[in-house]
């Protein structure tokens, strides 16, 4: 196999498959990314068996053929060279000769058909969502799902849930919910058609955070499709797909019910965010927690450090039903409030209850937290 191609565009195909690579496996071939010349493109491949994504760019073909080398040291060879054409060939499956100016790098490579297959079925039956609503809803919950270290075996927490239904009026709508049991994350988007999705799917952490950082990059008519059974990221030049999370996610909808919260307080968001970034500053990591005192026209937000002292800083606000204290993590409430322009609303049960944040801007976006003793 023979080509020639741009340095840049080589560079730009490899940095979006880096993170579907797995660099820890006890597989070697799964660290590494499948290099295929055909007809006239550059096609890369690279999956860890759980994401899995294709990436085409055109180039001078000489000669066809495949083969699997190291994702990440191929990159970081690549990324170092000057930026003009790149001429690329592997010797007879041993080892492939890159070569770029006075630069001449020979690296080992693996057989092509040691390779785990890479398939992209189904994505005729799915329906396209904008990225601008997606990747909202991804930034909106992600912080809420566990890692695998986290994680608790019992429940499908490692993932975020994806659902899609009909509200009172008829409206369609797809729904993003994340839990990491200390606080639950509910996105939803209403749809022009309802969208079929059975009973859901469930999306793990690591293929959600593949799939944002493709959105990051804009591309051009690029979309998500979803179906029963997938998700898929699609642009012109790309191809991405996460294997789904088996299971039972655990009930949610009783949890972010109004009725289950009789108290409430309208707040600016960002004035609370900006004196909850200063307590975040005083607590500890030990006694990391504030205090919110609920009042009929202002909300006192206190936190303390024995080693470094205290702050005390009240905000207007508008409170109706029973006045109390309640203690929460700071970080928890930033993490919602900064999606949220204007005013927002606190839904509170009680002093020993959570609370439940709500946002109905670009989505209908609910965050409930559990509260902390003090």
Request: a negative charge.
């Amino acid at each position: 196999m023979k080509c020639k191609i741009q340095k840049t565009l080589l560079q730009n195909m490899l940095a979006k498959v880096q993170g579907f690579t797995e660099k820890k496996s006890t597989l070697p071939i799964l660290s590494h990314i499948l290099l295929e010349i055909t007809g006239d493109s550059l096609q890369v491949r690279a999956t860890d068996l759980h994401t899995s994504i294709q990436v085409n760019s055109p180039c001078e073909v000489i000669q066809s053929g495949a083969c699997a080398i190291n994702g990440k040291s191929f990159y970081d060879v690549i990324r170092e060279l000057p930026d003009q054409m790149v001429e690329f060939w592997v010797e007879e499956g041993s080892h492939a000769h890159i070569i770029a100016e006075n630069n001449r790098i020979k690296m080992n490579v693996m057989d092509a058909e040691e390779y785990p297959m890479v398939d992209f079925m189904d994505m005729d039956k799915g329906y396209a969502v904008d990225l601008s609503v997606m990747k909202p809803m991804i930034e909106r919950t992600i912080f809420s799902i566990p890692s695998s270290s986290e994680s608790d075996s019992k429940y499908t927490l490692g993932g975020a849930l994806l659902i899609s239904g009909k509200d009172e009026t008829g409206r369609g709508f797809i729904e993003m919910v994340s839990t990491d049991t200390r606080r639950l994350s509910v996105v939803r988007f209403f749809t022009e058609e309802y969208i079929d999705m059975g009973s859901g799917i469930i999306v793990p952490r690591k293929g959600l955070q593949e799939l944002k950082r493709l959105m990051d990059n804009k591309e051009e008519d690029s979309r998500v499709l979803l179906t029963k059974d997938s998700i898929f990221y699609i642009s012109p030049d790309t191809m991405a797909t996460v294997r789904l999370i088996d299971g039972k996610f655990p009930d949610y909808q009783s949890v972010v019910s109004p009725e289950a919260f009789p108290i409430t307080t309208r707040i600016n968001a960002q004035d609370l965010h900006s004196v909850l970034k200063v307590c975040t500053a005083m607590v500890s990591d030990i006694s990391n927690c504030v205090r919110f005192s609920f009042h009929k026209d202002q909300t006192v937000v206190f936190a303390s450090n024995p080693d470094q002292g205290e702050v005390e800083t009240p905000i207007p606000s508008v409170h109706q039903g029973e006045e109390l204290d309640i203690n929460f993590n700071p970080r928890y409430f930033m993490d919602c409030l900064s999606f949220i322009e204007g005013e927002t609303e606190i839904h509170l049960k009680g002093s020993q209850g959570p609370c439940m944040i709500t946002d109905s801007g670009i989505t209908e976006s609910k965050w409930v937290i559990m509260p902390m003793r003090f």
